[in-house]
């Protein structure tokens, strides 16, 4: 009985974020129910960010959702008119990931007045990256020798860094409850990750 209340519980705390968020409350929270299906929800974070494009103001949601064993991405765009819409249009797309497929959890916190830190302090800013091999992204440079004379060609050299979603919340820009949420939503995934290699 309590499973299932909390589950409840979670699933209308994730609608209720959609809402506040006031960015295409019904087209976000379509697209997240249908990527969920029947699961419980077991954590969830929504993250709305506005950018300026040139001489335009843009405005996105992406919303994460942990179920018992996928972790689904939601994210929705709005576009102006353009010459393949005369109308203003929203893009929304979903991924779905197993658990399993998550091979890093990076949670990465910008604190102030390290000295003085004292555990529990929410940070100013975290950045979220999640990676499941979706996406890498390599940086290469040419490799070289020690000889400054030497004019052999040694190939390249550089790294390969899964990088499929990274998502910064700070909280000046998203106030101190989205950077707790996102805190929660980072350890319930860590947790749920750490369960499927057992």
Partial sequence: MGVMAKTSTTTQGLRAAIERSGYYPALVAEAVEAAVGGEPVRSYLVHQETTFDQNEVRRHVTVLVLTGN???????????????????????????????????????????????????????????TIGWGAVSRIDLEPAACGDPDCEADHGYTGNSTADDLSLRVSEAGDGPETVRQALVFAQALSEATADQTR
Avoid: C, M, W
Wanted: glycine share 2%; charged share 20%.
């Fill in 70 to 128: 996928r972790f689904i991405v939601s994210h929705t765009d709005e576009q102006a008119a353009d010459n393949t819409s005369p109308t203003p249009y929203a893009t929304t797309s979903t991924e779905s990931v197993k658990l399993d497929r998550i091979s890093s959890i990076v949670v990465s916190r910008v604190v102030a007045n390290p000295e003085s830190y004292k555990p529990g302090t929410l940070p100013r800013e975290i950045v979220l």
